[in-house]
């Protein structure tokens, strides 16, 4: 493998934490509260890093197990059929998550933390203990695994430290 198609294996996952927080990012420029500006960033990450990034795992080690097996480093076992459908329950989760409140996003973001953040010990383990640096166990399968519930949790927590986003007056909404 070149080290360039090594490369953008490694860090297509990244596309599922970058393009949630550019979109939130360019979507709360203006936003009239702090609250509200957090309303739309849990909503993004919720749908695109969370409901989308896990989606697309479903749909991967569905529709093409053998890539997915050689991107992680693996032999195909029928165990990648639950991966598979381990992920359809991250993406519904995540979906759930746009329109949840804090305190389930906060549940959501622990319950996605498990699979998640045990499937990082296992890349890691796998990584040290059996050398294996496939674009799929390393790189940018890490980070979304160590951050997407994570951040989740977070912004929930934050939410709940700022209370309920107030609606803004319809005058001001047709004004914007």
Known sequence: ????????????PLVW????????????RHAPSPQQALETWQRWWAIGA??????????????APDVMATAIGFDRTPFMFE??????????????????????RITIGLG???FLWGALAGHVYQWF?????SPGNTGGVLVNDLLIP???IILAVRSRRLGPATPRPATQAAAA
Do not use: K
């Not at 493998?1 to 297509?12: E, H, I, K, N, P």
């Not at 934490?17 to 990012?25: D, I």
């Not at 991966?83 to 389930?104: D, K, P, Q």
């Open 1 to 12: 493998m070149s080290d360039l198609s090594y490369l953008a294996q490694s860090a297509f």
């Open 17 to 28: 934490l970058l393009a949630p927080a550019a979109g939130a990012f360019i979507r709360t």
């Open 50 to 63: 969370f409901g989308c990034g896990s989606l697309w795992m479903t749909v991967a080690f569905l529709g």
């Open 83 to 104: 991966i598979a459908f381990a992920n359809l329950g991250l993406a519904v989760m995540g979906f759930r998550a746009a329109s949840a409140s804090a305190r389930e």
């Open 112 to 114: 996605g933390g498990m």
């Open 129 to 133: 203990a059996g050398g294996d640096h």
């Open 150 to 152: 994570a951040v989740m």
